[in-house]
């Protein structure tokens, strides 16, 4: 198969496998969004999917945000982990969207990642799911699969990135980061993964990561 047929094959199984795609983080707005991705950081989604509903009741805004204390956020959303962090970073950057940008949360990568606590991977979700910006966050499941899936050469997040962007078409980047992450947590996880269920690993995986696998297997 060449680079291509690879791609092509990779695009149609994940159409097929996920016609309507799941938003993973529920949210209502770019700023309940925001915030929520914020918190998924080395947390799951179904947990911040959990806590998100108790901070957005007391606050699903900058102005109110901005009205509990560092220390009430951080009760709120302690259950997620690294708390300490996040509820400074939920409350600062509340702040700075009242300051600079109206209340609104921006639409630009050098804004959102000027923001206290938000990365690149962060900015990039914003801006596809939020807004329609065509990005490319990469979290480990892509990392993992690009790898896997012989296309890209696992170095980092930032080289994933380039090359998902390089092969991908631009207009399938919001969903196809989206159904590469799903497809990922069901067929080809890191641990407890079976091959035999993993159909695109199977048929397009790097030669390495095949033969180790069935070596582990014999």
């Known amino acids: 198969m060449t680079k291509k047929e690879k791609v092509d094959f990779v695009i149609n199984k994940l159409n097929e496998l996920y016609p309507e795609i799941p938003i993973p983080l529920e949210h209502k707005d770019p700023y309940t969004l925001l915030i929520a991705v914020l918190m998924s950081a080395q947390s799951t ?41 996040k509820s ?68 980092n997040v930032v080289q994933t990135e380039k090359d998902a962007k390089r092969l991908f078409p631009k207009e399938l980047w919001n969903d196809l980061h989206l159904q590469i992450i799903w497809y990922g947590r069901e067929y080809s996880p890191a641990r407890g993964w079976d091959l035999n269920k993993d159909v695109i690993t199977k048929t397009i995986g790097r030669k390495s990561i095949l033969d180790e696998y069935y070596k582990k297997k014999r």
């Open 45 to 85: 989604d179904v947990r911040v999917n959990q806590i998100t509903p108790l901070l957005f009741e007391r606050a699903d805004n900058p102005y109110d945000m901005v009205k509990l204390s560092i220390e009430e956020i951080r009760e709120i959303i302690k259950p997620v982990g690294l708390s300490p962090m």
């Open 88 to 155: 400074k970073g939920i409350y600062g950057l509340s702040q700075i969207l009242i300051d600079k940008h109206d209340g609104k949360v921006p639409q630009t990568y050098e804004e959102l990642e000027a923001l206290p606590a938000v990365g690149h991977k962060t900015a990039a979700v914003v801006l596809s799911q939020a807004f329609g910006i065509p990005a490319f966050p990469v979290d480990t499941h892509i990392h993992r699969l690009m790898y896997r899936w012989n296309l890209s050469n696992g170095k």
